[in-house]
């Protein structure tokens, strides 16, 4: 009965691969989010959906490219993957989202260590 | 621009209070929220305050200003478990959540 879960845990995959992540949250939330924190632990937005439409689209590389097949998915997918690439990717959900209030509240999945050698 | 201040670590011992404080300049505000996050997992939502005042839960307490742009989570009678980071985050103008680099907490016996 996991709110918000992330696949895979850990990747570990070589420089100039493509590579998806996938997040699914049973919370019913309208609005998803991804977040990269690197080694210094700054937690950085990079996407945001809110029914099916991106609302926030950080400056990001256009390398990286969130889908979202349905309104409990958000998947990321990182093509060319680049050294810098490597930190932990967090997704995450809210209720509403642009809402003000407790309803912006973020549940977080677990994380996904992404490794680029 | 946009900026949250918070300590980058702070220690306390097993059983006393700390006072973890954050400072923010954003445009406009929605609110404000703290997360904790332990090593190598995820954040977990702690509070949040929208209205001046303090708002106590449990052991945990958040406190606002919003005039002053200010926060702090209080935290008593530390447990060793209360070893974590702790991140506020401001729900500015456009509903963005904009987020401080986080507290480190180290609590000792």
């Known amino acids: 009965d996991t709110a918000v879960s992330q696949t895979p845990k850990y990747l570990v995959t070589q420089m100039g691969n493509d590579k998806s992540i996938k997040c699914e949250q049973n919370?019913?939330?309208?609005?998803m989010y991804w977040y990269k924190q690197d080694s210094k632990k700054f937690l950085k937005i990079m996407f945001s959906y809110n029914n099916k439409e991106l609302i926030i689209n950080e400056t990001v590389p256009n390398r990286f490219s969130p889908k979202s097949p349905d309104k409990a998915h958000l998947n990321l997918h990182i093509n060319s993957l680049e050294l810098g690439d490597s930190a932990v990717y967090f997704c995450?959900?809210?209720?509403?989202?642009?809402?003000?209030?407790?309803?912006?509240?973020?549940?977080f999945g677990p994380g996904t260590r992404l490794t680029v050698l | 621009g946009q900026n949250i201040d918070q300590p980058t670590e702070m220690t306390a011992t097993e059983g006393a209070i700390v006072q973890i404080n954050c400072t923010y300049q954003?445009?406009?505000?929605?609110?404000l929220f703290w997360y904790q996050q332990h090593a190598g997992e995820a954040p977990t939502f702690l509070s949040y305050n929208v209205l001046d005042g303090l708002e106590e839960k449990g052991r945990f307490s958040s406190f606002l200003s919003r005039s002053k742009g200010y926060s702090y989570l209080l935290l008593k009678e530390l447990q060793m478990k209360d070893s974590a980071s702790y991140l506020c985050a401001v729900l500015d103008s456009n509903y963005q959540l904009i987020w401080g680099a986080g507290t480190k907490l180290i609590i000792k016996p």
């Open positions: 995450a959900s809210s209720q509403v989202g642009l809402a003000g209030g407790p309803s912006d509240t973020q549940y």
């Open positions: 919370l019913g939330h309208d609005t």
């Open positions: 954003t445009s406009g505000f929605n609110g």
